[in-house]
């Protein structure tokens, strides 16, 4: 047992003399020689935390997980149908099994007279299923993720992100049973205006990523998002050309109202304000095309051909486009509402 | 030198609400009158940390460490202030944290990875190195949810420690895992700081800061108590804990400064029966720690405390001389206090003994801790912490 008061003493020294902060620390390399060491790597990009991050750097953001997006998309389609025994494959049949009972239901018990109904539909399902399918499983991104929400740090917005990302991948898939179909009808697409399908898969694909962005946040706050969706889209769907005809059931009864003394025709534009509507009708009008009406009438003018209607090219051109450049728009407020929720995430779920 | 992240006058605000309402219902039913209490888990906390330094942080259970960790890791927002960080940030608040139960182990590398900002191509590059630190070899195809908890925390650092962030933030991931893990853990954080990376990591053990940490931050009620020199930093938060638990009531030094130091405590000494012959106690030995020390004046109001913790921190024990009765009146000079504990019935673990001089309003003058670190070998079968006296007796069923 030691009583020097010399050993004492030299022991509260050290406790003072590193108050100084910086001094070495015994083992380790100097501060000074791996702060160099740090500098050699080269540039860094700078990365800031605040309760307001404003929208170019979380756009930039997004850009820099690009990769993570990818992961992410791959990440829900695997876990989507892992074992299940047919796996990937439900992804082609279920839509095909749908739509055999609408087939079943509108063509022997309920006719609607639409002939190739099995097309006319599909060209509206293809559509509609990338948007519900980005629109369920987007709702529930954030929340369904919690755990990772409360552990990592990465742009929040990407899952929401990714469940369009993986609806897409899907779309794809089912694209390719309608190919099949194509081929087994014997009905080529209308070649000439194909051009336009990009277009009206970008337009929905946008509004599809709108509507996910806003919902995911909004249901961290209210849990009753992802049930009042899931009415809502069912509901939306017969609010689309998808069983009924739009010239028959759509245009011509609106010939017979007035409202306020307006002829009910210049109340159409109600119809279209649904954004699904102009990309889903163009996609008709291209893989279903009975006629191939390749129209020369004016725009706005849709007459009964029995199906379709008789819009001219730059119309569906113009629409979707509309629908793209107005869901831009939305997307921009939707990452704005994200950002703002966003700060409690961690907190809320 | 530059800053590697500035954490500018942070605070951050959370919102107690006595209960938790998130269906349509409830919030009209209860909109507007939701009693909720305002906590601020962060005020204006301003530091910052240069490139390749090693910073720990350190303060009691709910003092915002974790709350800080996040702000500055991007996983919550800053009610006010910001935080500025130069370089990738990769944060390990929980192992294997984002692991997907359904995907492999191979999967979720490339996953956890692009999480924490990697690459595909440089996952690609360090996949090997990755599985090998993580001793999966085997099992790097077996879906995740099949792992061991073990396999899946090495799996979550080997990944989070294989991306080379510029800036590695830890929580107390490394407390957990066995020893073995924990070593080669510790190795690969000295390797990162060697490499120039700056580090910021969360932890209850004062020997690892004391070991690679440059400097310490002591936070204390969501407050920034202290930021300096590891040890110095350690020094004040040990003298605020030891001042705030030896008198209830009492105000600690409002400015965290150390006291005018009267009374110096030098190394302290432990005997046991096994002194010499075996470097551990059994159940129910006796034990007395012996710690010399000088006053620099004459000393009228002088308390020695003593206090035994486990690893955890958990407070076993803790007495002083006043409360048995020993006021303590010194002049000048040197002196020795011992405290004989005459029989300590733990049962296996490793303990840590404080040993603190303050004066009657509590205040600390001087600190040891931990003075002596001892450890308990159980030879019995019986487990937990208390060696207790037990007797059993089972009388049989009697037949007929």
């Known amino acids: 047992m030691t009583e020097t008061t010399a050993e004492v003493a030299a022991d509260t020294d050290v406790a003072d003399s590193s108050a100084a902060g910086g001094t070495a620390t015994p083992g380790v390399i100097d501060l000074a020689t791996r702060g160099e060491l740090a500098a050699a790597r080269g540039p860094k990009t700078t990365r800031v935390v605040a309760a307001r991050v404003n929208l170019p750097q979380r756009v930039a953001e997004l850009w820099r997980v690009r990769e993570l997006f990818v992961f992410l998309v791959r990440k829900e389609i695997k876990v989507k149908y892992k074992n299940s025994f047919l796996g990937f494959l439900w992804s082609m049949l279920n839509p095909a099994l749908t739509l055999s009972v609408f087939y079943v239901i509108f063509t022997f018990f309920l006719p609607n007279g639409i002939p190739n109904f099995v097309l006319y539909m599909f060209s509206a399902v293809l559509l509609w299923n990338l948007f519900q399918t980005s629109v369920i499983t987007g709702t529930v991104a954030v929340t369904g993720n919690a755990g990772l929400v409360r552990k990592v740090a990465f742009p929040r917005e990407i899952m929401a992100l990714a469940s369009v990302g993986a609806a897409v991948v899907f779309f794809v898939f089912q694209f390719l049973v309608m190919v099949l179909f194509l081929v087994g009808f014997v009905h080529p697409p209308d070649w000439p205006v194909l051009w336009l399908a990009p277009l009206a898969l970008l337009a929905v694909v946008a509004f599809s990523a709108t509507m996910s962005v806003f919902l995911s946040a909004v249901n961290v706050y209210l849990r009753d998002t992802q049930h009042l969706v899931e009415v809502v889209l069912f509901a939306w769907f017969w609010a689309l050309p998808g069983i009924y005809a739009f010239s028959g059931a759509v245009h011509n009864k609106l010939a017979n109202h007035r409202l306020f003394g307006i002829p009910g025709t210049h109340l159409i534009w109600v119809y279209f304000a649904d954004p699904l509507v102009a990309p889903i009708m163009t996609f008709q009008r291209l893989f279903y095309n009975v006629n191939h009406p390749i129209s020369t009438i004016a725009p706005h003018k849709p007459i009964l051909n029995g199906v379709l209607a008789h819009y001219s090219t730059l119309w569906y051109a113009s629409s979707d486009l509309v629908v793209f450049a107005v869901s831009i728009v939305l997307l921009v407020g939707a990452m704005l509402v994200f950002g703002r929720l966003e700060g409690n995430f961690a907190e809320e779920l | ?400």
């Open chain 2, 1 to 400: 030198m530059n800053t590697a992240v500035d954490v500018d006058d942070v605070s951050k605000r959370f919102r107690l609400y006595h209960q938790k309402y998130s269906s349509l219902k409830e919030r009209v039913l209860h909109a507007g009158n939701n009693p909720f209490e305002e906590f601020w888990a962060l005020q204006e906390v301003t530091f910052d940390v240069v490139e390749g330094e090693t910073v720990g942080i350190v303060g009691r259970n709910g003092s915002g460490k974790s709350t800080l960790l996040k702000c500055i890791s991007g996983i919550l927002q800053p009610t006010k202030g910001k935080v500025v960080v130069r370089g990738q940030l990769a944060a390990l608040l929980e192992l294997g944290a984002g692991f997907q139960p359904e995907l492999s182990g191979r999967e979720n590398i490339f996953l956890n990875a692009s999480l924490l900002g990697l690459s595909t191509r440089e996952v690609e590059k360090r996949f090997d190195a990755i599985v090998a630190f993580a001793e999966l070899e085997q099992f790097i195809d077996n879906q995740v949810k099949y792992y061991s908890s073990g396999m899946y925390m090495r799996l979550g650092f080997a990944v989070a420690v294989n991306v080379e962030p510029d800036v590695l933030v830890i929580d107390e991931v490394l407390a957990v895992g066995d020893e073995n893990f924990q070593h080669k853990c510790m190795g690969r954080i000295k390797q990162f700081q060697a490499e120039g990376r700056t580090i910021l990591f969360v932890t209850h053990a004062a020997e690892q800061v004391r070991e690679i940490c440059d400097r310490a931050v002591v936070l204390e009620a969501g407050q920034l108590l202290a930021v300096g020199g590891a040890a110095e930093a350690l020094h004040q938060y040990h003298e605020r804990l030891m001042a705030q638990g030896t008198i209830s009531g009492s105000e600690p030094s409002p400015d965290g400064q150390p006291a005018l130091r009267r009374v110096r405590l030098g190394e302290p000494n432990m005997e046991h029966p096994g002194t010499g012959s075996r470097p551990y106690l059994l159940p129910g030995e006796p034990l007395s720690v012996q710690v010399p020390f000088e006053a620099l004046e004459p000393v009228n109001d002088v308390v020695f405390v003593v206090a035994i913790r486990d690893q955890q921190g958990t407070l076993l024990f803790k007495s002083d001389t006043l409360s048995s009765g020993q006021p303590f009146e010194a002049p000048l000079g040197a002196g020795r206090v011992d405290f004989s504990f005459d029989a300590l019935p733990l049962l296996g673990g490793t303990y840590d003994v404080e040993i603190a001089v303050t004066d009657h309003s509590g205040m600390v003058i001087d600190v040891k801790d931990p003075a002596v670190r001892f450890d308990v070998m159980n030879p019995g079968r019986s487990t937990g912490a208390v060696a207790l006296q037990m007797r059993a007796e089972i009388r049989p069923p009697i037949l007929g």
